[in-house]
């Protein structure tokens, strides 16, 4: 009978990641802190950007008007003024007009200094003249000038006025200057700077409440998606998200509907496939039991008396009661794995001494002088004393049919308390496992030797073995010994107490 592998589809339902509170590191690296913190750092830029620009435009404005409105002022002053008096000019008549140019420009608060011709500079006022050099070459050559410039930490303003006489563009000789201080210009640009810093400061606080709404909008479809997800990886096949809109997320959460429906199809599909390959192993398997024994009964009769008869038809005898034995081992076998695949298995726990049911299982199979044993006395479980001993009988029948002998059997305690495991280890003497194959060696129907076709197990044993100690709880290891040899090793929580079935 040749040995279907059926691959059994667990679809396994992961207990729900317990939702911890997110720490502050986690926080500050979130998708949420990151589209706010982008969001007022825009606002920030902008609020920035709109206050230098206004800020340079004010300043500019100011500047100027002041500018414009003192020129005019003194050119008034001067076309005013300077007809009152016969050129040439005295000295007299040059301070008197100074004089009066000062008296006229209180309201500006500047200071005049006059120059007729190539005599020297004639201030005016406590302050000394700060004209620059720039602004009287270019009066001299009968050009209006004016400048800003710093003076004493403070800002001034300067202008410089050629004279010409009335009617014509010849030049008189007299210059006029003016110098007047910019304090409160740049006051009031400084005020204007201080109002700009308090309105930007509370405009970005205020920026953070449309950063948090537009970063709650835009991360619930994410929430959302991974919500869902962590359905799906649970097991709820049937999570879809609601999809609105038409934007990017809208085309994501679409994609991930389409892609949760057809993996609920094809797991639909594949445990269906999954539940007839259980039916069929456990039909053929059950249909197989009746011929079976009715088989084994005969073989058993036509073995007592295989020794007189020929010999090959003694040999053909023992082959095929060998055969049948092997064929009806693998029923066995197989409807075992049935009941584990159906979920049909149920453990019938005693309190039992460990050591007498392991030696229990050595002497039922004559293994007393293949086998060194150190089971300890006292050492009590509540365990499923058939499942046990199915468990020993594989793993030492395992050992001795590819192992070396002895096969050593060990039983020891570990632990303290409530954490004390039990473990059974099993041992042998050969030359260990190859280690590409041990992580495939309780899985059904495997042969380490592909090219072996056949083999005196079903290649169900491991298998068996592995869910008889998952059923109460446990694991077992496969791995090699450093001396040489496999050993495997069965570990199960030590719980004890009164029967039970589960």
Known sequence: ?????????????????????????????????????????????????????????????????????????????????????????????????????????????????????????????????IIPRGVQEKVRAGIPAFQRLDSGGDPWLAIGLPVTYRGSSEASGLEVYAQMPLREDEANVQALVKAAQRGALPAVALAAVPALIAARGVLRPVRELRRASRKLAAGELDTRLKVTGRDELADLSRTFNDMAEALEENVAELRRMEANSRRFAADVSHELRTPLAAMTAVVDVLDEDADSLDPDTAYAVRLISEETGKLARMVEDLMEISRFDAGAAALHLDEVDVSETVRKTLQARGWQDKVAADLPEGVRARLDPRRIDVVVANLVGNALKHGGEPVDVAVRVTGQDAGRRLLIEIADRGRGIDPEVLPHVFERFFKADSARARSEGSGLGLAITLENVRLHEGTVRAANRPGGGAVFTVDLPLRQGGSETA
Do not use: C
Not at 43 to 61: D, G, I, Q, V
């Open 1 to 129: 009978m040749p040995a279907l592998r059926m691959p059994a589809l667990r679809m396994s339902s992961p207990r729900m990641p317990a939702l911890r509170r997110p720490s502050l590191r986690a926080v500050a690296a979130g998708l949420r802190a990151r589209l706010v913190l982008a969001f007022l750092l825009v606002a920030a830029l902008s609020a920035l950007t709109t206050a230098a620009l206004t800020f340079r435009e004010a300043r500019t404005a100011i500047l100027k008007r002041t500018q414009d409105t003192a020129i005019e002022a003194l050119r008034s002053q001067v076309n005013s003024q300077v007809p009152d008096y016969a050129f040439p000019l005295s000295q007299q008549a040059l301070q008197d007009l100074q004089h009066r140019l000062n008296a006229a420009g209180s309201a500006q608060r500047w200071t005049v200094h006059v120059r007729y011709r190539n005599s020297g500079l004639v201030p005016g006022g406590d302050h000394g003249p």
